[in-house]
């Protein structure tokens, strides 16, 4: 105790075992880390994370199946229930600690695997995201040609059955057509010359590679890899141009497309309330995924892009301008395809649900096709793949960034130096296991991607943060952990989100997932039963990983099973701020006869009971331990999350032989 009073015990004997080797808590590593190089970096590239693809391909089709502006109340009510504290929450986690995925969980290393799971999450999408811009780049070079290769029929990929239209631009009238017995140039490019699927006998004999779209491929790996070459400082900037250019191409596109003929048949059609729709729990469920995906939360994006803000960014000011403006720009894409829809049918003479498709066939198929009906029609095609591109490469940035960051965090003194050549052989890795879906069947890969990657396995790592967060290591603490960033406490409206409603709703999505599993599906093509076993596999391991970063987290402790728990519960020792001048409160206490500033948690964790602290060290946080002590005495668990004794050592102040905060020794 003497050594201790006088600021030689050596640090390593203040460690647990899993912590001895871990950490220097004399080293700063924010320094080299980096930092976005202004606020506005940090905003817009949220927003282009989260204004991506199902903006403009997902979010109309479900509002107008059900039922249309009768939609945007769930999917308001959502919003507030789910979206922005969730969205709040990984911000929060990632700002306060600036670590990435898998380091921030210092926060409860129990929960590690939560962290694995987010990574192995977020590399399936990017793997097949990147095929989708792949797509877009060949579309976007197809445009450049004074015909569209899509207007006409002819060609040598054409069948019998393409019947193309002829329009006013013809002066032929309009040419009802029955879509179900003919199929459209644009269906046949997509389908026959683009992935050429014609030559797959099914996922499990995909064909030959398909070389244009291999180089495509090639093309938005090198344009991603550029782009994040020096982590946030390079995709900081490019976001200023990807992230802001495609609102300019939406407003024309909007401008366009109201302006046409039939175009308000197609905007009634999207947004004609029909509110008896609102008495199926379908549409709340609807409403509830369209949230949960389009915001990117579980993905680990928005934790890394925090982890980069300086210690005091408003992101409680930056969280509803990115939802709500995420939800404004869904509800605008809407009335851009729409209006362009009604004018399609009135051509047609079909109604609007015969052509309104959801996800690529309304980006490939059905919107290539209406821009063949228009005076300068390359010009707007080009435009709107255009838009398309930066609205992907945003996304894609931050499922790379996120990769990166979460790796580099882990091995700091190797890989951090060398980022850009790791970067590199993350992208060069990728692209090689994309190969697969630039292949003649590389479509049913990718649908078996889009529909197992981040399905039930997203929604388990969701709830599985959100609870450890609050109801292990304490959303008292938590709060206070906020108030020192931010200068104020969230309020009842964010508790009740984080302890009780978002965990619920994402529970009943998570049921409702379940309980309504169809299996996967591809035009009239049905996957075999192996495929679907593969990508019920797939969402498994990601749910997999958590129990497993639990035993692994345990087994690098001591003890009895239950004191190994109750280590691995407990915030790592340097869990807090990063930056010294940060550290306050619990974070920070200097020894006497020491000049280096050492979290509070590291002598708590292994002398519970000393009090010979300066006089100079923030008070120990007595507010959380007398109301566990008050919990205690009514007879409730101080965390009611892991069992009937609270593993009280999920608050990090706790002792580290096992005292709850009420039987050690009260500070002098």
Same mark, same amino acid.
């Given at each position: 105790?003497?050594?201790?009073?006088?600021?030689?015990?050596?640090?390593?004997?203040?460690?647990?075992?899993?912590?001895?080797?871990?950490?220097?808590?004399?080293?700063?590593?924010?320094?080299?880390?980096?930092?976005?190089?202004?606020?506005?970096?940090?905003?817009?590239?949220?927003?282009?994370?989260?204004?991506?693809?199902?903006?403009?391909?997902?979010?109309?089709?479900?509002?107008?199946?059900?039922?249309?502006?009768?939609?945007?109340?769930?999917?308001?009510?959502?919003?507030?229930?789910?979206?922005?504290?969730?969205?709040?929450?990984?911000?929060?986690?990632?700002?306060?600690?600036?670590?990435?995925?898998?380091?921030?969980?210092?926060?409860?290393?129990?929960?590690?695997?939560?962290?694995?799971?987010?990574?192995?999450?977020?590399?399936l999408?990017?793997?097949?995201?990147?095929?989708?811009?792949a797509?877009?780049?060949?579309?976007?070079?197809?445009?450049?040609?004074?015909?569209?290769?899509?207007?006409?029929?002819?060609?040598?990929?054409n069948?019998?059955?393409?019947?193309?239209h002829?329009?006013?631009?013809?002066?032929?009238?309009?040419?009802p057509l029955?879509?179900?017995?003919?199929?459209?140039?644009?269906?046949?490019?997509?389908?026959?010359?683009?992935?050429?699927?014609?030559?797959?006998?099914?996922?499990?004999?995909?064909?030959?590679?398909?070389?244009n779209?291999?180089?495509?491929?090639?093309?938005?790996?090198?344009?991603?890899?550029?782009? /994040?070459?020096?982590?946030?400082?390079?995709?900081?900037?490019? #976001?200023?141009?990807?992230?802001?250019?495609?609102?300019?191409?939406?407003?024309?596109?909007?401008?366009?497309?109201?302006?046409?003929?039939?175009?308000?048949?197609?905007?009634?059609?999207?947004?004609?309330?029909?509110?008896?729709?609102?008495?199926?729990?379908? #549409?709340? /469920?609807?409403?509830?995924?369209?949230?949960?995906?389009?915001?990117?939360?579980?993905?680990?994006?928005?934790?890394?892009?925090?982890?980069?803000n300086?210690?005091?960014?408003? /992101?409680?000011?930056?969280?509803?301008?990115?939802?709500?403006?995420?939800?404004?720009?869904?509800?605008?894409?809407?009335?851009?395809i729409f209006?362009?829809?009604?004018?399609?049918?009135?051509?047609?003479?079909?109604?609007?649900?015969?052509?309104?498709?959801?996800?690529?066939?309304?980006?490939?198929?059905?919107?290539?096709?209406?821009?063949?009906?228009?005076?300068?029609?390359?010009?707007?095609?080009?435009?709107?793949?255009?838009?398309?591109?930066?609205?992907?490469?945003?996304?894609?940035?931050?499922?790379?960034e996120?990769?990166?960051?979460?790796?580099?965090?882990?091995?700091?003194?190797?890989?951090?130096?060398?980022?850009?050549?790791?970067?590199?052989?993350?992208? #060069?890795?990728m692209?090689?296991?994309?190969?697969i879906?630039?292949?003649?069947?590389?479509?049913?890969?990718?649908?078996?991607?889009?529909?197992y990657?981040?399905?039930?396995?997203?929604?388990?790592?969701?709830?599985?943060?959100?609870?450890?967060?609050?109801?292990?290591?304490?959303?008292?603490?938590?709060?206070?952990?906020?108030h020192?960033?931010?200068?104020?406490?969230?309020?009842?409206?964010?508790?009740?989100?984080?302890?009780?409603?978002?965990?619920?709703?994402?529970?009943?999505?998570?049921?409702?997932?379940?309980?309504?599993?169809?299996?996967?599906?591809?035009?009239?093509?049905?996957?075999?039963?192996?495929?679907?076993?593969?990508?019920?596999?797939?969402?498994?391991?990601?749910?997999?990983?958590?129990?497993?970063?639990?035993?692994?987290?345990?087994?690098?402790?001591?003890?009895?099973?239950?004191?190994?728990l109750?280590?691995?519960?407990?915030?790592? /020792?340097?869990?807090?701020?990063?930056?010294?001048?940060?550290?306050t409160?619990?974070?920070?206490?200097?020894?006497?006869?020491?000049?280096?500033?050492?979290?509070?948690?590291?002598?708590?964790?292994?002398?519970?009971?000393?009090?010979?602290?300066?006089?100079?060290a923030?008070?120990?946080?007595?507010?959380?331990?007398?109301?566990?002590?008050?919990?205690?005495?009514?007879?409730?668990?101080?965390?009611?999350?892991?069992?009937?004794?609270?593993i009280?050592l999920s608050?990090?102040?706790?002792?580290?032989?096992?005292?709850?905060?009420?039987?050690?020794?009260?500070?002098?």
């Open positions: 105790l003497n050594t201790f009073q006088s600021g030689h015990l050596p640090l390593d004997l203040l460690m647990t075992p899993s912590d001895q080797g871990d950490v220097d808590l004399d080293v700063d590593f924010a320094a080299d880390r980096g930092n976005w190089t202004g606020k506005l970096d940090f905003l817009l590239s949220c927003i282009g994370y989260c204004v991506g693809l199902g903006n403009v391909w997902r979010f109309p089709y479900r509002a107008y199946t059900n039922g249309g502006g009768a939609f945007l109340v769930p999917y308001f009510l959502m919003l507030a229930i789910c979206g922005i504290p969730l969205f709040f929450l990984e911000l929060s986690l990632g700002q306060f600690s600036s670590l990435g995925p898998l380091a921030v969980w210092k926060i409860s290393p129990l929960f590690k695997g939560a962290g694995a799971a987010m990574l192995l999450i977020v590399g999408v990017a793997i097949y995201y990147n095929m989708i811009i797509y877009v780049l060949f579309y976007l070079f197809a445009s450049l040609t004074s015909n569209l290769p899509w207007e006409h029929c002819g060609n040598w990929w069948t019998e059955r393409c019947l193309e002829r329009g006013p631009k013809d002066g032929n009238g309009a040419l029955n879509l179900s017995s003919t199929v459209s140039p644009s269906e046949e490019y997509w389908s026959r010359y683009v992935l050429h699927i014609q030559g797959s006998q099914g996922i499990g004999r995909p064909g030959e590679i398909r070389w779209l291999c180089l495509c491929l090639l093309l938005a790996w090198v344009i991603v890899f550029l782009c /994040i070459l020096k982590g946030v400082k390079s995709s900081g900037k490019v #976001v200023y141009f990807t992230a802001t250019f495609p609102y300019l191409i939406l407003l024309m596109l909007l401008v366009r497309g109201v302006t046409l003929p039939g175009a308000w048949k197609g905007i009634q059609f999207y947004l004609t309330p029909q509110f008896h729709h609102l008495l199926s729990s379908k #549409v709340w /469920i609807e409403a509830a995924l369209q949230i949960f995906y389009s915001l990117g939360v579980g993905f680990g994006g928005l934790l890394t892009f925090a982890s980069y300086t210690f005091h960014q408003n /992101i409680y000011r930056d969280t509803f301008i990115v939802t709500l403006g995420n939800a404004i720009t869904s509800i605008l894409a809407g009335f851009a209006s362009v829809l009604g004018y399609m049918s009135q051509e047609l003479g079909v109604p609007v649900d015969q052509v309104a498709k959801a996800g690529p066939g309304l980006a490939f198929v059905v919107y290539p096709q209406a821009m063949t009906m228009l005076p300068l029609s390359p010009f707007w095609s080009f435009l709107f793949f255009f838009m398309l591109l930066t609205l992907g490469l945003d996304s894609q940035f931050a499922f790379l996120t990769i990166v960051t979460a790796v580099t965090d882990e091995f700091p003194y190797y890989l951090r130096p060398k980022k850009a050549v790791f970067s590199g052989l993350i992208c #060069v890795a692209y090689l296991m994309g190969l879906l630039t292949t003649d069947g590389g479509m049913y890969w990718l649908v078996l991607l889009d529909d990657s981040a399905s039930f396995g997203l929604m388990v790592v969701v709830i599985t943060t959100c609870l450890a967060v609050t109801r292990v290591y304490g959303i008292q603490r938590f709060c206070r952990d906020i020192m960033m931010l200068g104020f406490k969230p309020g009842l409206y964010f508790r009740a989100c984080w302890l009780f409603l978002s965990p619920a709703t994402l529970l009943a999505l998570l049921v409702y997932s379940i309980v309504k599993y169809q299996p996967s599906e591809y035009g009239s093509y049905r996957f075999p039963a192996w495929a679907e076993l593969l990508g019920i596999l797939m969402g498994l391991l990601s749910c997999l990983m958590i129990p497993a970063g639990m035993l692994v987290a345990v087994l690098r402790e001591e003890g009895s099973l239950w004191e190994r109750q280590q691995a519960s407990r915030p790592a /020792i340097d869990w807090g701020p990063s930056l010294e001048e940060n550290r409160g619990m974070y920070v206490a200097t020894l006497a006869g020491s000049q280096s500033p050492k979290p509070l948690m590291v002598h708590m964790r292994k002398y519970g009971g000393i009090t010979s602290f300066e006089n100079t923030i008070e120990v946080d007595r507010e959380i331990a007398e109301e566990e002590e008050e919990r205690a005495g009514r007879g409730l668990p101080v965390c009611p999350f892991l069992g009937p004794q609270g009280a608050v990090g102040i706790l002792t580290g032989n096992g005292r709850l905060p009420w039987q050690r020794q009260s500070p002098a």
